[in-house]
Protein backbone atom coordinates (compact mmCIF):
# COMPACT_ATOMS: atom_id res chain seq x y z
CA UNK A 1 0.00 0.00 0.00
CA UNK A 2 3.00 2.07 0.78
CA UNK A 3 4.28 1.79 -2.77
CA UNK A 4 1.02 2.67 -4.16
CA UNK A 5 0.90 5.96 -1.80
CA UNK A 6 4.40 6.79 -3.49
CA UNK A 7 3.85 6.04 -6.51
CA UNK A 8 0.55 8.15 -6.42
CA UNK A 9 2.19 10.93 -5.08
CA UNK A 10 5.71 10.76 -7.61
CA UNK A 11 2.93 11.07 -10.45
CA UNK A 12 1.09 13.76 -8.71
CA UNK A 13 4.53 15.74 -8.43
CA UNK A 14 5.09 15.26 -11.68
CA UNK A 15 1.78 16.42 -13.13
CA UNK A 16 1.98 20.05 -10.99
CA UNK A 17 5.50 20.67 -12.21
CA UNK A 18 4.03 19.63 -16.47
CA UNK A 19 1.35 21.91 -15.87
CA UNK A 20 1.57 25.55 -17.64
CA UNK A 21 1.14 28.58 -15.65
CA UNK A 22 -1.28 31.18 -16.73
CA UNK A 23 -0.47 34.46 -16.90
CA UNK A 24 -2.95 37.43 -16.29
CA UNK A 25 -3.57 37.84 -20.05
CA UNK A 26 -4.91 34.21 -20.20
CA UNK A 27 -7.38 34.77 -16.89
CA UNK A 28 -8.92 37.84 -18.47
CA UNK A 29 -9.44 36.03 -21.72
CA UNK A 30 -10.97 32.98 -19.79
CA UNK A 31 -12.94 35.82 -17.65
CA UNK A 32 -15.09 37.56 -20.91
CA UNK A 33 -15.15 33.78 -22.08
CA UNK A 34 -17.23 33.17 -19.25
CA UNK A 35 -19.29 35.72 -19.09
CA UNK A 36 -19.95 35.90 -22.70
CA UNK A 37 -21.07 32.47 -22.03
CA UNK A 38 -23.34 33.82 -19.21
CA UNK A 39 -24.84 36.21 -21.13
CA UNK A 40 -25.56 34.46 -24.29
CA UNK A 41 -29.11 34.07 -25.24
CA UNK A 42 -28.61 30.23 -25.05
CA UNK A 43 -27.61 30.53 -21.60
CA UNK A 44 -29.95 32.50 -20.54
CA UNK A 45 -32.77 30.35 -22.09
CA UNK A 46 -31.50 27.34 -20.60
CA UNK A 47 -31.46 28.88 -17.34
CA UNK A 48 -34.62 30.59 -17.45
CA UNK A 49 -36.10 27.26 -18.22
CA UNK A 50 -34.33 25.67 -15.24
CA UNK A 51 -36.15 28.25 -12.84
CA UNK A 52 -39.35 28.47 -14.41
CA UNK A 53 -39.60 24.53 -13.70
CA UNK A 54 -38.08 24.99 -10.36
CA UNK A 55 -41.12 27.47 -9.48
CA UNK A 56 -44.00 25.05 -11.12
CA UNK A 57 -42.68 22.14 -8.73
CA UNK A 58 -42.50 24.42 -5.42
CA UNK A 59 -46.45 25.66 -7.34
CA UNK A 60 -47.80 22.05 -7.87
CA UNK A 61 -46.07 20.91 -3.95
CA UNK A 62 -47.86 23.52 -2.21
CA UNK A 63 -51.31 22.76 -3.96
CA UNK A 64 -51.50 25.84 -6.18
CA UNK A 65 -52.49 24.03 -9.68
CA UNK A 66 -53.91 26.32 -11.54
CA UNK A 67 -54.96 26.34 -15.80
CA UNK A 68 -53.14 27.30 -18.39
CA UNK A 69 -53.22 27.77 -21.69
CA UNK A 70 -50.89 25.25 -24.47
CA UNK A 71 -50.83 25.31 -28.04
CA UNK A 72 -51.21 22.08 -29.30
CA UNK A 73 -51.12 20.75 -33.41
CA UNK A 74 -52.78 24.63 -33.50
CA UNK A 75 -55.24 23.61 -30.98
CA UNK A 76 -55.24 25.56 -28.04
CA UNK A 77 -55.87 23.66 -25.04
CA UNK A 78 -56.28 24.37 -21.46
CA UNK A 79 -54.96 21.91 -18.86
CA UNK A 80 -53.51 22.10 -15.55
CA UNK A 81 -50.17 23.47 -14.49
CA UNK A 82 -49.50 19.97 -13.07
CA UNK A 83 -50.04 18.11 -16.02
CA UNK A 84 -46.52 16.88 -18.32
CA UNK A 85 -48.15 17.24 -21.36
CA UNK A 86 -45.82 20.33 -22.43
CA UNK A 87 -42.65 19.18 -20.51
CA UNK A 88 -43.10 15.68 -22.62
CA UNK A 89 -43.65 18.10 -25.86
CA UNK A 90 -40.93 19.77 -24.92
CA UNK A 91 -38.13 16.97 -24.67
CA UNK A 92 -39.52 14.92 -27.19
CA UNK A 93 -41.10 16.84 -30.33
CA UNK A 94 -42.36 14.27 -31.91
CA UNK A 95 -44.57 12.27 -28.90
CA UNK A 96 -47.91 11.02 -29.59
CA UNK A 97 -47.62 12.69 -33.35
CA UNK A 98 -47.57 9.03 -34.51
CA UNK A 99 -51.45 8.58 -33.77
CA UNK A 100 -52.25 11.91 -36.55
CA UNK A 101 -49.93 9.99 -38.90
CA UNK A 102 -51.80 6.82 -38.55
CA UNK A 103 -55.00 8.50 -38.56
CA UNK A 104 -54.00 10.23 -42.01
CA UNK A 105 -53.26 6.98 -43.78
CA UNK A 106 -56.59 5.26 -42.72
CA UNK A 107 -57.95 7.82 -43.92
CA UNK A 108 -56.43 7.24 -47.00
CA UNK A 109 -57.61 4.14 -47.39
CA UNK A 110 -61.32 4.49 -46.11
CA UNK A 111 -62.35 8.03 -47.12
CA UNK A 112 -65.36 7.68 -43.51
CA UNK A 113 -63.15 6.97 -40.99
CA UNK A 114 -64.22 7.54 -37.66
CA UNK A 115 -61.98 7.13 -34.73
CA UNK A 116 -63.00 6.37 -30.95
CA UNK A 117 -60.39 7.72 -28.61
CA UNK A 118 -60.52 5.41 -24.95
CA UNK A 119 -59.14 7.94 -22.34
CA UNK A 120 -59.08 10.69 -24.07
CA UNK A 121 -57.61 13.07 -21.13
CA UNK A 122 -57.68 16.63 -21.53
CA UNK A 123 -58.38 16.47 -25.63
CA UNK A 124 -54.67 16.12 -26.86
CA UNK A 125 -55.55 12.99 -29.47
CA UNK A 126 -58.14 15.20 -31.08
CA UNK A 127 -55.52 18.31 -31.61
CA UNK A 128 -53.38 15.82 -33.26
CA UNK A 129 -55.53 13.99 -35.02
CA UNK A 130 -57.85 17.02 -36.10
CA UNK A 131 -54.44 18.76 -37.35
CA UNK A 132 -54.06 15.51 -40.24
CA UNK A 133 -57.86 14.49 -40.77
CA UNK A 134 -60.84 16.44 -40.37
CA UNK A 135 -63.29 13.11 -38.98
CA UNK A 136 -65.35 12.45 -36.49
CA UNK A 137 -63.82 11.41 -32.75
CA UNK A 138 -65.99 10.01 -29.73
CA UNK A 139 -63.95 10.86 -27.03
CA UNK A 140 -64.04 8.08 -23.75
CA UNK A 141 -62.86 9.32 -20.19
CA UNK A 142 -63.64 7.98 -16.98
CA UNK A 143 -62.17 10.59 -14.72
CA UNK A 144 -64.77 13.40 -13.63
CA UNK A 145 -62.37 16.25 -13.13
CA UNK A 146 -60.85 15.53 -16.43
CA UNK A 147 -63.77 15.15 -18.34
CA UNK A 148 -64.87 18.32 -17.48
CA UNK A 149 -61.60 20.08 -18.82
CA UNK A 150 -61.74 17.80 -22.02
CA UNK A 151 -65.74 18.79 -22.60
CA UNK A 152 -64.90 22.60 -22.26
CA UNK A 153 -61.51 21.62 -24.64
CA UNK A 154 -63.82 20.41 -27.41
CA UNK A 155 -66.66 22.55 -27.18
CA UNK A 156 -66.21 24.72 -30.28
CA UNK A 157 -64.53 21.45 -32.22
CA UNK A 158 -67.36 20.07 -34.70
CA UNK A 159 -67.92 16.27 -34.62
CA UNK A 160 -66.44 15.38 -31.40
CA UNK A 161 -68.96 13.20 -29.17
CA UNK A 162 -68.48 12.39 -25.44
CA UNK A 163 -69.05 9.45 -23.33
CA UNK A 164 -68.09 9.77 -19.25
CA UNK A 165 -67.00 6.32 -18.64
CA UNK A 166 -64.11 4.27 -17.93
CA UNK A 167 -64.03 1.44 -20.17
CA UNK A 168 -63.83 -2.23 -19.10
CA UNK A 169 -65.82 -5.32 -17.79
CA UNK A 170 -67.08 -4.20 -14.24
CA UNK A 171 -67.55 -7.16 -12.86
CA UNK A 172 -63.25 -7.98 -13.25
CA UNK A 173 -62.71 -4.16 -11.75
CA UNK A 174 -64.61 -5.09 -8.43
CA UNK A 175 -61.52 -4.09 -6.06
CA UNK A 176 -59.85 -0.87 -7.93
CA UNK A 177 -59.23 2.79 -6.95
CA UNK A 178 -58.42 5.66 -8.73
CA UNK A 179 -55.09 7.00 -9.12
CA UNK A 180 -53.90 10.39 -10.34
CA UNK A 181 -50.56 11.47 -11.73
CA UNK A 182 -49.06 14.06 -13.47
CA UNK A 183 -52.82 15.01 -15.41
CA UNK A 184 -53.61 11.02 -16.07
CA UNK A 185 -55.64 9.40 -14.09
CA UNK A 186 -55.95 5.77 -13.98
CA UNK A 187 -57.54 2.43 -12.09
CA UNK A 188 -55.39 0.48 -9.74
CA UNK A 189 -56.00 -2.62 -7.57
CA UNK A 190 -56.42 -1.33 -4.07
CA UNK A 191 -57.77 -2.84 -0.89
CA UNK A 192 -60.87 -0.71 -1.12
CA UNK A 193 -63.23 0.84 -3.49
CA UNK A 194 -62.42 4.48 -4.06
CA UNK A 195 -64.38 6.77 -2.65
CA UNK A 196 -65.21 8.34 -5.62
CA UNK A 197 -68.29 6.62 -8.24
CA UNK A 198 -66.08 5.04 -10.82
CA UNK A 199 -68.41 5.38 -14.26
CA UNK A 200 -67.54 1.42 -16.25
CA UNK A 201 -68.99 -0.07 -19.30
CA UNK A 202 -67.77 -1.63 -22.13
CA UNK A 203 -67.21 -0.52 -25.43
CA UNK A 204 -69.98 -1.96 -26.88
CA UNK A 205 -72.56 -0.70 -24.47
CA UNK A 206 -71.06 2.49 -25.41
CA UNK A 207 -71.34 2.46 -29.29
CA UNK A 208 -75.23 1.94 -28.14
CA UNK A 209 -75.46 5.48 -27.31
CA UNK A 210 -73.15 6.24 -30.42
CA UNK A 211 -74.26 4.35 -33.32
CA UNK A 212 -72.15 5.92 -35.94
CA UNK A 213 -68.68 5.02 -34.18
CA UNK A 214 -69.84 1.66 -34.29
CA UNK A 215 -67.65 0.90 -37.77
CA UNK A 216 -64.53 2.74 -37.02
CA UNK A 217 -61.58 2.07 -38.70
CA UNK A 218 -59.59 3.82 -36.06
CA UNK A 219 -59.38 2.54 -32.24
CA UNK A 220 -57.18 4.42 -29.83
CA UNK A 221 -56.15 3.20 -26.17
CA UNK A 222 -54.22 4.96 -23.97
CA UNK A 223 -55.69 3.63 -20.12
CA UNK A 224 -52.28 3.92 -18.03
CA UNK A 225 -52.43 -0.23 -17.98
CA UNK A 226 -55.92 -1.17 -18.86
CA UNK A 227 -55.36 -1.28 -22.57
CA UNK A 228 -54.54 -5.03 -22.71
CA UNK A 229 -57.94 -5.77 -20.47
CA UNK A 230 -60.32 -3.87 -23.24
CA UNK A 231 -58.79 -5.25 -25.94
CA UNK A 232 -59.58 -8.69 -24.47
CA UNK A 233 -63.12 -7.76 -23.73
CA UNK A 234 -63.80 -6.74 -26.86
CA UNK A 235 -62.97 -9.31 -28.91
CA UNK A 236 -65.71 -10.01 -31.05
CA UNK A 237 -65.69 -6.49 -32.13
CA UNK A 238 -61.87 -6.24 -33.29
CA UNK A 239 -63.03 -9.61 -34.92
CA UNK A 240 -66.25 -8.00 -37.06
CA UNK A 241 -65.06 -4.52 -37.54
CA UNK A 242 -61.40 -4.95 -37.49
CA UNK A 243 -60.39 -0.83 -37.02
CA UNK A 244 -56.39 -0.10 -37.21
CA UNK A 245 -55.84 -0.38 -33.41
CA UNK A 246 -53.53 2.21 -31.43
CA UNK A 247 -52.57 0.88 -28.10
CA UNK A 248 -49.78 1.42 -25.01
CA UNK A 249 -48.13 -1.38 -24.15
CA UNK A 250 -46.26 -1.26 -20.27
CA UNK A 251 -45.61 -4.69 -18.89
CA UNK A 252 -45.58 -3.29 -15.29
CA UNK A 253 -49.02 -1.27 -15.83
CA UNK A 254 -50.73 -4.27 -17.25
CA UNK A 255 -49.60 -7.08 -14.83
CA UNK A 256 -52.29 -6.37 -12.31
CA UNK A 257 -55.06 -7.08 -15.21
CA UNK A 258 -53.84 -10.16 -16.75
CA UNK A 259 -52.81 -13.77 -16.08
CA UNK A 260 -49.86 -13.97 -18.80
CA UNK A 261 -48.59 -11.37 -20.77
CA UNK A 262 -48.99 -13.51 -24.14
CA UNK A 263 -53.01 -12.82 -23.37
CA UNK A 264 -53.36 -9.55 -25.61
CA UNK A 265 -51.05 -10.56 -27.75
CA UNK A 266 -52.94 -14.27 -28.76
CA UNK A 267 -56.42 -12.17 -28.58
CA UNK A 268 -55.16 -9.90 -31.21
CA UNK A 269 -54.01 -13.12 -32.99
CA UNK A 270 -57.19 -14.87 -32.87
CA UNK A 271 -59.15 -11.47 -34.07
CA UNK A 272 -57.27 -11.21 -37.09
CA UNK A 273 -54.50 -9.23 -36.15
CA UNK A 274 -50.94 -9.78 -37.99
CA UNK A 275 -49.01 -6.83 -38.20
CA UNK A 276 -47.61 -4.71 -35.42
CA UNK A 277 -45.45 -1.30 -35.27
CA UNK A 278 -43.51 -0.54 -32.29
CA UNK A 279 -43.20 2.70 -31.16
CA UNK A 280 -40.99 4.16 -28.18
CA UNK A 281 -42.82 5.98 -25.66
CA UNK A 282 -41.53 9.17 -27.12
CA UNK A 283 -43.37 8.58 -30.51
CA UNK A 284 -39.52 6.94 -32.13
CA UNK A 285 -40.34 4.40 -34.74
CA UNK A 286 -38.69 1.31 -33.72
CA UNK A 287 -40.05 -1.61 -36.16
CA UNK A 288 -42.56 -3.77 -37.35
CA UNK A 289 -43.22 -7.28 -36.83
CA UNK A 290 -45.49 -10.11 -37.42
CA UNK A 291 -47.98 -11.08 -34.54
CA UNK A 292 -46.53 -14.98 -34.74
CA UNK A 293 -42.67 -14.25 -33.74
CA UNK A 294 -42.90 -15.18 -30.70
CA UNK A 295 -39.34 -14.82 -29.69
CA UNK A 296 -39.07 -11.62 -31.03
CA UNK A 297 -42.16 -10.58 -28.90
CA UNK A 298 -40.94 -12.02 -25.69
CA UNK A 299 -37.43 -9.84 -26.28
CA UNK A 300 -39.57 -6.27 -26.71
CA UNK A 301 -41.78 -7.34 -23.41
CA UNK A 302 -38.70 -8.17 -21.62
CA UNK A 303 -36.78 -5.19 -22.77
CA UNK A 304 -39.83 -3.28 -21.24
CA UNK A 305 -40.31 -4.81 -18.14
CA UNK A 306 -39.30 -3.79 -14.84
CA UNK A 307 -38.86 -0.15 -15.70
CA UNK A 308 -41.58 1.15 -13.73
CA UNK A 309 -43.60 2.52 -16.07
CA UNK A 310 -40.69 5.07 -16.95
CA UNK A 311 -40.21 4.04 -20.93
CA UNK A 312 -42.91 1.65 -22.68
CA UNK A 313 -43.67 1.12 -25.92
CA UNK A 314 -46.83 2.40 -28.18
CA UNK A 315 -48.10 -0.57 -30.68
CA UNK A 316 -50.28 0.07 -33.64
CA UNK A 317 -51.66 -2.77 -34.44
CA UNK A 318 -53.06 -3.86 -38.51
CA UNK A 319 -55.63 -6.60 -38.91
CA UNK A 320 -54.63 -8.91 -41.76
CA UNK A 321 -57.39 -7.38 -44.40
CA UNK A 322 -55.25 -4.01 -43.71
CA UNK A 323 -51.92 -5.80 -44.62
CA UNK A 324 -51.19 -3.41 -47.77
CA UNK A 325 -51.76 -0.13 -45.41
CA UNK A 326 -50.02 -1.45 -42.86
CA UNK A 327 -46.58 -2.28 -45.37
CA UNK A 328 -47.36 1.50 -46.93
CA UNK A 329 -47.56 2.89 -43.52
CA UNK A 330 -44.38 1.60 -42.48
CA UNK A 331 -42.50 2.58 -45.51
CA UNK A 332 -43.94 6.24 -44.98
CA UNK A 333 -42.74 6.34 -41.07
CA UNK A 334 -39.41 4.94 -42.59
CA UNK A 335 -39.22 8.08 -45.13
CA UNK A 336 -40.45 10.14 -42.23
CA UNK A 337 -38.49 9.36 -39.46
CA UNK A 338 -34.97 9.75 -42.16
CA UNK A 339 -36.19 13.04 -43.15
CA UNK A 340 -36.42 14.50 -39.61
CA UNK A 341 -33.12 12.80 -38.24
CA UNK A 342 -31.47 13.69 -41.36
CA UNK A 343 -32.91 17.55 -40.73
CA UNK A 344 -31.19 17.29 -37.64
CA UNK A 345 -28.29 15.79 -38.33
CA UNK A 346 -27.43 18.83 -41.18
CA UNK A 347 -28.34 21.18 -38.33
CA UNK A 348 -25.95 20.03 -36.01
CA UNK A 349 -23.51 20.21 -38.91
CA UNK A 350 -24.50 23.62 -39.47
CA UNK A 351 -24.03 24.58 -36.17
CA UNK A 352 -21.14 22.73 -35.88
CA UNK A 353 -19.20 24.33 -38.56
CA UNK A 354 -20.28 27.60 -37.35
Known sequence: MSGTRNRERTYADSELKNRI??????????????????TSPDFIKRASRKLLLH????????????????NLDGLELRLPLSHNLPLYRRSFPLYSS??????????AKYRDIHVIDIGANIGDTVAIVRAQVNCPILCVEGDASVFEILRRNIARIPAVSLEYSFVGVASELTDVT???HSGTARLVEGSQRS????????????LRDHPSFAQCKLLKIDTDGLDGAIIRSERDFLTKVCPVLFFEYDPDAYAPFERHWTDTFHTLEASGYQRLMLYENTGDYITTIDITARDVMEDFHHFYLGRASARYCDICAFHRSDSDLAESFRKSELKFFFSVRGSTARSRRVHTCG
Open 178 to 180: LER
Open 98 to 107: NVGRIAAAVA
Open 21 to 38: PLDRSDVNALDRRGAQWM
Open 55 to 70: LRQLAIGVGFDPMVRY
Open 195 to 206: TEIVNIRRLCEI
